[in-house]
Each structure stands twice: as C-alpha cells, then as structure tokens.
C-alpha cells in the first residue's frame, strides 16, 4: 500500500493551498483518512480526518473553518483544502490511512497503519 501526498508549497499567510493524497495498492473505499503535520521541535498532531462510507470529518480547532478533508473514491485520493494559512500551518504534513469496519474517524495517530511521505507547508508573514 502507497500513499502519495501532494501539494505542499511556500505561500503568503492569508493564502491557500490544496493538498492531495493518493491511494494506491488496495483498495479505497473501506479506508478510513487523516492529514496529520509535525512542525520543528513539535509532535506530531491530527489536522483533521475523515471517514469511509459517509465521509463524517473532524478537524481540530485550530483548523476549523479554514481547513476542509474530503475525499474522491473514483480517484482513491483524500484532499486537505486550507485557507487563510497562518505561519504557524507551518509543518510537514502527512496523510495517513487505516482499514475501517465502522463509518467512523479516527483521531490518534496510532490508530493509523498507512502513511504517506509529507509534504511541506511553509506559510510566510
């Protein structure tokens, strides 16, 4: 299983940027996603994460209303749409995947088996 991610770029803060993650080596539709980011000297945190099936989301606080996770099943890929990017966005983010029986997300990092690589977001002043 390969995750690909996508996306990632120097921007202005008030910005934007689309992340992309894309699937492959299995299939899609019973994985359940998250975007996760590590900034310098920082662990690593949920962004947000989205479920199979229905595609319930969660995005953490400092996210909320500027960031959206949504998913293609025809194109096996989640996205990361954020906006009104701040310098502390300012991370290497990572998709991540996990086999899911429920219609649910999943918020720890453990819970999640597949990675992708990152890609950095770099939000300038």
């Known amino acids: 299983v390969q995750l690909q991610a996508s996306g990632g770029g120097s921007v202005r803060a008030g910005g934007s940027l689309r992340l992309s993650c894309v699937v492959s080596?299995?299939?899609?539709?019973?994985?359940?996603m998250g975007w996760f980011r590590q900034a310098p000297g920082e662990e690593r945190e949920l962004v947000a994460a989205?479920?199979?099936?229905?595609?319930?989301?969660y995005a953490t606080g400092s996210v909320k209303g500027r960031f959206t996770i949504s998913r293609d099943s025809a194109k096996k890929a989640v996205y990361l749409q954020m906006n009104s990017l701040k310098p502390e966005d300012t991370a290497v983010y990572y998709c991540?995947?996990?086999?899911?029986?429920?219609?649910?997300?999943?918020?720890?990092?453990?819970?999640?088996?597949?990675w992708g690589q990152g890609t950095q977001v770099t939000v300038s002043s």
């Open positions: 991540a995947a996990r086999k899911s029986v429920s219609d649910g997300y999943y918020v720890g990092d453990n819970h999640y088996n597949y």
């Open positions: 080596g299995r299939s899609f539709t019973d994985l359940a």
């Open positions: 989205i479920s199979r099936g229905t595609g319930r989301t």
